[in-house]
């Protein structure tokens, strides 16, 4: 699977958008990116994935460059029920599925 | 909405006691997963479990550990005896199998918190 790189954490403003960076620049043709995230000690909540196109859904909108080599999530008015550690995730669709998490961006959003 | 429901929420037992992490995946799944957090530490992945088999297992997932479907509606992890560093929580996960290949996501509980005296 390819690495991902995220910063350590993040701050945000509450209702603001929340702009959540991940370098996967080793990623190949056939792999996805997701998006988890993981509120305290709760289980890992899917949010979004994609392959080369952007992708929203009621969450969040998933933005990939154009050589796939880094990904953007954004959560467009982020509240303090976001705040979470967040966790992207490249993985090949039909070799293995398990989900390697790194240790993800901690999203602090303040009021 | 389905979801993954997972039992107990708290476990706690003495070390070299057996232990059964229980686990309901959304119905219509077919592909169940066990991950684990230790406190302070990064997910990881323990097995996967398809048709009644493991698919996939790691280097954590040894001899002393063991998963079952027993019926048609629950998954379970047993840890035959269980050691200091096997406190943790335990993540069971589960997808469906799309027709025609494509990639599926994977859906988690919320953990059954273990901790061994």
């Known amino acids: 699977d390819a690495k991902t790189t995220q910063p350590t954490s993040m701050d945000c403003a509450e209702g603001r958008a929340a702009n959540l960076p991940c370098n996967h620049s080793?990623?190949?043709?056939?792999?996805?990116v997701y998006w988890y995230r993981q509120i305290h000690s709760q289980g890992p909540q899917y949010i979004i994935h994609?392959?080369?196109n952007n992708e929203t859904n009621e969450m969040a909108s998933l933005i990939i460059t154009e050589d796939r080599k880094s990904s953007t999530l954004i959560l467009p008015h982020a509240t303090l029920r976001d705040t979470a550690v967040y966790y992207c995730i490249v993985r090949v669709a039909w070799n293995t599925d398990k989900l390697i998490f790194g240790t993800g961006t901690r999203l602090q959003v303040f009021p | 909405e389905p979801e993954v429901t997972q039992t107990p929420s708290h476990q706690v037992t003495q070390m070299g006691q057996e232990v059964i992490l229980r686990c309901v995946p959304i119905?219509?799944?077919?592909?169940f997963y066990w991950y684990r957090q230790i406190l302070g530490q990064k997910v990881e992945f323990l097995v996967s479990?398809?048709?009644?088999?493991?698919?996939?297992k790691s280097e954590i997932f040894d001899d002393q550990f063991s998963v079952e479907r027993p019926d048609g509606s629950n998954f379970t992890l047993k840890i035959r005896s269980t050691k200091l560093e096997d406190s943790a929580m335990y993540f069971c996960a589960s997808r469906e199998k799309r027709a025609g290949g494509g990639t599926d996501t994977q859906y988690f509980g919320p953990g059954t918190r273990l901790t061994v005296l």
């Open positions: 994609g392959l080369k």
């Open positions: 119905s219509n799944h077919l592909y």
């Open positions: 080793t990623i190949s043709g056939n792999e996805y």
């Open positions: 479990f398809y048709n009644n088999e493991i698919s996939e």
